[in-house]
């Protein structure tokens, strides 16, 4: 499969990872909607769950080239790089746009929701009584989500190690939000905020050839939680691709039609009209992360009126449906000319 990629393909499975590592940094949008969508999230399970046994003895008996090609190592290595290239890239670009035309970016994301369940569904022809339920429970599930209250802050390595695997269903399985998720367990802030800034701060002193971070207890404390939630982030995504690899195998219809439940059920998360609830202190002030920014709690979602911004905002929408279905022609073409 890795030997008929043209340097195209290679190059749109980057912005791919660019897309899927955007997506799982936003609370609400799923890595895994972008890997449905664009139409290679079965070959990402697959190829996950090639990450076994056989593959550590293979690296083992440094027979690397085989290694490489037994799971399939040139699509899962060009979408992790797109991916890590999105986390210094593409992301930071969202926080910017998200703090500045907050309800236009999560309008653009609740239109490609609202087009990836029309190209899911369109294409999905086992309806019956057994998927309908499957579709009901997901829907239950992704909107039950939608409206939990947030756990307190926790950074006992166990539930650390927890949050990582759970963290990656967002990558795993369309419709969850590992960030969101983690917002949930009250563990976003130190996991994807005060703990990276802790490595970048770390890489940067290592760099300038200060090491004066060993004497600094609450830096190695973060560096040791990155360190648990990277570990449980790894257990869980090869976990999960595992798990998933086989109810797909046997269990297609019914696996397809919960995916479709969860993404329509995680339009709750992702509509735009909403208000961010803000973590505060006793004394009513807001606490602040490490890079003094506030810290979202929840949101407090509401209807709209019909106003100019209200209507700027139905048509991002629609920019967004636009969007899934360019990328659907595209996928169309493509499969078509291979």
Not at 162 to 168: L, W
Not at 297 to 302: D, V
Request: charged content about 15%.
């Amino acid at each position: 499969m890795q030997s008929t990629r043209t340097f195209t393909d290679k190059l749109f499975l980057i912005l791919k990872g660019l897309g899927m590592g955007a997506a799982n940094k936003v609370p609400g949008v799923s890595g895994g909607v972008v890997a449905f969508v664009a139409g290679f999230y079965e070959e990402f399970i697959y190829s996950l769950q090639k990450v076994n046994s056989k593959a550590f003895k293979l690296l083992i008996n440094g027979r690397f080239k085989s290694f490489f090609q037994y799971i399939n190592g040139r699509f899962l290595g060009l979408l992790f790089f797109g991916m890590v290239v999105s986390y210094f890239s593409v992301s930071k670009i969202l926080d910017y746009l998200i703090k500045h035309y907050e309800l236009f970016v999560w309008s653009v994301f609740f239109g490609m929701i609202i087009g990836s369940i029309y190209y899911i569904y369109k294409d999905f022809k086992d309806w019956n009584f057994t998927t309908y339920f499957s579709l009901f429970i997901g829907i239950i599930i992704g909107l039950s989500i939608s409206f939990l209250n947030p756990a307190k802050e926790n950074d006992n390595l166990w539930f650390v190690f927890f949050c990582g695997i759970i963290s990656v269903s967002g990558m795993t399985l369309p419709g969850f939000s590992g960030s969101f998720i983690l917002i949930l367990l009250g563990n976003y802030v130190l996991l994807l905020v005060d703990s990276v800034n802790a490595l970048y701060d770390t890489v940067s002193d290592v760099f300038s050839g200060d090491f004066s971070f060993f004497q600094n207890p609450v830096r190695l404390r973060m560096l040791k939680v990155l360190g648990v939630f990277t570990l449980g982030s790894v257990t869980g995504l090869v976990t999960f691709s595992h798990l998933l690899s086989y109810i797909l195998k046997h269990y297609k219809s019914i696996t397809l039609s919960a995916i479709i439940g969860f993404i329509v059920g995680s339009l709750g998360v992702v509509w735009p009209w909403k208000k961010t609830i803000y973590k505060i202190n006793d004394n009513g002030s807001f606490i602040l992360d490490s890079t003094g920014e506030k810290i979202i709690a929840n949101y407090k979602r509401f209807m709209p009126d019909v106003t100019t911004e209200t209507l700027y905002a139905i048509a991002f929408i629609v920019l967004g449906i636009g969007i899934v279905l360019a990328l659907e022609f595209y996928g169309q073409k493509t499969r078509k000319t291979k």
